[in-house]
Each structure stands twice: as C-alpha cells, then as structure tokens.
C-alpha cells in the first residue's frame, strides 16, 4: 500500500511554503478549458514539472502548471490540466490534484472535463453537471486507492458529487441565463475512443456523457470528505451518436468555442460558493 502522505511529502511541503493563506476552492481544468486562468488574478504560478515526484504531462492541450489564484476574493487552486490513467499513470497518481488541494487546506473541488455526448439531447457545446458518476470498470482500482489514503477516521465514501455544491452550480447557471444539463458521467480508461456498441451500452444504463477522467477523482474528493461536483463540456458526440468520426481536434476546437460561456459559469460559480 502507498502512503501518500510519504509519497509526497516534499512536493506538498514545497507547495505550502509558497502560500501565505490556504486556499478555498480547487478546480481542475480539463481538456480547452485551460484559458480559464487568464481570467484571474493569478498570485503564483508553477509548471508541474518543477515539483518533486508530480508526474509529467504528456497531453499537447494540457498545460501542467498549478497556479494558486484569487476571484471575487476568494482564494483558489488551479489545476491546469490534470493526471490521466491513460498516460500510463497509476490511480494513485492520477488523483495526486486531489490529494494536494486537500493537503493544502481546500474542503471544495470542482472538476471540469470534455465529455463526448451520449444523451441524444445533447449537443456539442453544451454544459452538463454530473449528477451521479459510473466508474463500474474501475471498480477494483477504485477500491485499492480507498485503501491508499492512508489517512484514517475520513468521512467513509461515498458523498459525491455534493448536493449542496451541486445546488450552488445549478442556481449560478439559472442566474448567469446559461443552459445547464444534468446527467451521469461514465468513465473509461482510454486512451482510444470508445466503439459505437459501447456507447449503445452505456446509452441503454443510463450514461448520458463518456470521459477518461474525474470518476475516481471525484471518489477520492468525496472519501477525504471534500465537497466536489464536476462539470463537463460536451465536445463532441459520442461514438455512433452522429456517425462522425471522432478526434481530439474536435475536443479542443469545440472547448475553445464555449469558453466564454464555460469561463461565465465558472466564474459565477466561484462569487457564490
Ligand atoms: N469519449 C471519451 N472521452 C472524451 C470524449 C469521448 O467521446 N470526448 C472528450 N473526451
């Protein structure tokens, strides 16, 4: 079993030492949605590659930096790209974003995400708040990182996404005038695009977006005890939704046409929560 807390230690020490105030909220930038920073008052800025034992990205539009940053007075931590399963990395690397905006002091985190969409109702460029999660295929993985928190007495799982945090979303998209769906975020390691039986399948159990992030970091936020909710940009349509091929092109150009929309939400999300 890895003791995170040892694990990563210098890293987590090296972070605290940079911050005169713990920050409030963490959120974690999926895949475009990067140019959100550019609309804060960003205080520090570091690559990921500048802290020890933080796994290297190797995504073209992930970023890798962590910036702690301020809005509406609030203090945050941001996640510019995050850590995926289909990079190579282990779980218990992937929920590292997690685990150091816990450790630094953030009792609320808000994951964001491209998604392709299965709801037929769905568009891409739409916005969907994931009211429920399906990490069926990582069940095993997700029940040995439970075991490597190492941390005991922590709020047992599984409270997540928060109702409470969740509410704040949706009345912040009611007063921002911004189309909000609700639905079940399924989860798949990637790295390739899921088949058009898959999505058939996922459609038929209630799936209404597919990605190849946030269940088991959402998981791993609701067991520390943290209050999380995630918000996906649908960026394309799932596999034989349309009969379009699919490609990260289409992810990031889509991300990018809704960013303005996307950056309002969040935004607002943050003067309120
Ligand atoms: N499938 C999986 N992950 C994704 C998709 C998709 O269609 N779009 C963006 N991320």
């Known amino acids: 079993m890895i003791d995170l807390n040892f694990k ?41 590659s500048s802290l020890p034992g933080y796994p290297p990205s190797t995504i073209q539009s992930h970023e890798g930096k962590i910036h702690f940053a301020e809005s509406a007075g609030k203090k945050l931590l941001i996640f510019q790209g995050r850590i995926h399963f289909y990079e190579g990395y282990l779980l218990s690397q992937c929920i590292l974003p997690v685990f150091i905006s816990y450790k630094l ?7 964001t995400n491209a998604a392709g969409g299965i709801n037929p109702m769905f568009e891409p460029g739409d916005l969907m708040l994931a009211s429920s999660f399906n990490g069926i295929s990582v069940k095993k993985e997700l029940t040995d990182l439970i075991g490597l928190a190492s941390e005991k007495g922590k709020n047992n799982f599984y409270n997540f996404p928060s109702s409470s945090f969740n ?48 269940v088991h970091e959402a998981v791993f ?17 799932a596999a034989g939704i349309s009969g379009r091929k699919l490609d990260h092109q289409e992810v990031t150009e889509t991300a990018n046409r809704v960013k303005d929309k996307f950056e309002r939400l969040v935004k607002g999300i943050i003067s309120i929560v």
């Open 167 to 214: 509410e704040i979303i949706k009345h912040t998209s009611l007063e921002e005038k911004i189309n909000l769906w609700e639905g079940i975020y399924w989860y798949t390691k990637g790295p390739s695009y899921e088949t058009p039986a898959e999505i058939m399948m996922m459609r038929k159990f209630g799936g209404d977006a597919i990605g190849m992030s946030t």
């Open 105 to 111: 002091g953030c009792r609320k985190i808000l994951l």
């Open 8 to 48: 990563y230690k210098e890293l987590i020490e090296q972070l605290r030492s940079e911050i005169s105030e713990e920050p409030y909220l963490a959120i974690v930038l999926g895949s475009g949605l990067g140019d959100f920073v550019k609309n804060l008052k960003l205080i520090k800025s570091f690559s990921t």
């Open 221 to 237: 936020a609701g067991y520390l005890g943290m209050e999380v909710s995630s918000i996906s940009c649908i960026t394309n349509y």
